[in-house]
């Protein structure tokens, strides 16, 4: 059977004060959905999306980690820290991230080996330009994106991951790909897990696609052969519009 995982990142949204009642009321409204939910808030409001999320059926994750366990790293946050708060997923690798932050591939790959480490579930973000798009590019650079990123992570531990393909263009522009263009993407990404790892991770692993993904396209582009699911973003800060693609 197909498995579907849908995950909000808030991103930089939601003060503490409103992530405790928003959790519930999301949880009433994606209760007996069949594709497991998450919620990705910010560092500041994890404690209160823990709580408010105990006995229900909304994960709670992180929107980033440092790849180091403690040190002189102002302002980071370690995978002890998330794990001692009962966080369970992190994205990592976010196009914002990468563009704002520096992060680079090798980066991306330090710290899905340290969220495996510490039983974390990575949900690693991969996607291209507008311009690498139009230059044709886009499956060479994914299937570096995906490689490089799980360097040295043994079968056993990708398959506890999640792949996010997010094309850089459709992020909070309105945009969204094609059903095709991104099950063409997220087809290419396990077929780059199958050459690393066998059919056995391949068939079983969860391919997201983010990108401007709502309740009225949800159906459509998680009906596609590939896509297990999708990474939201502008719309998760809706109860409403987040259920709504949650029960697709």
């Not at 909000?8 to 209760?31: H, Y």
């Not at 998330?82 to 990468?98: A, F, K, P, T, W």
């Not at 690693?124 to 060479?140: A, P, Y």
């Not at 945009?175 to 059919?199: P, S």
């Amino acid at each position: 059977m197909k498995k579907y995982v849908v995950a909000g990142n808030w991103k930089m949204n939601k003060l503490p004060s409103e992530t405790a009642a928003f959790i519930k009321e999301l949880a009433l409204k994606v209760e007996g959905a069949v594709a497991e939910v998450v919620a990705c808030v910010p560092y500041t409001s994890l404690a209160a999306a823990v709580e408010a999320a105990k006995g229900t059926c909304v994960k709670i994750g992180a929107q980033n980690l440092h790849f180091e366990d403690s040190g002189a790293f102002t302002g980071e946050v370690s995978a002890d820290m998330l794990v001692d708060m009962d966080v369970e997923y992190v994205i990592i690798g976010h196009s914002e991230r990468r563009q704002y932050f520096g992060e680079t591939d090798v980066t991306v790959n330090k710290k899905v080996i340290k969220a495996i480490e510490k039983g974390l579930k990575p949900i690693v973000c991969v996607g291209e330009s507008l311009e690498e798009r139009e230059q044709g590019i886009t499956i060479d650079l994914i299937r570096s994106q995906v490689k490089i990123a799980f360097m040295n992570v043994s079968a056993e531990d990708a398959a506890k991951c999640i792949i996010a393909y997010e094309p850089i263009w459709a992020i909070g522009t309105g945009k969204t790909a094609t059903d095709e263009q991104a099950n063409e993407v997220c087809a290419a990404i396990r077929v780059v897990v199958r050459e690393l790892y066998g059919d056995s991770v391949a068939d079983g692993l969860v391919i997201q696609y983010g990108g401007s993904v709502k309740p009225s396209n949800a159906a459509a582009l998680f009906g596609m052969s590939d896509i297990n699911g999708g990474l939201v973003g502008g719309a998760s800060l809706k109860s409403d519009d987040f259920a709504g693609i949650v029960k697709f």
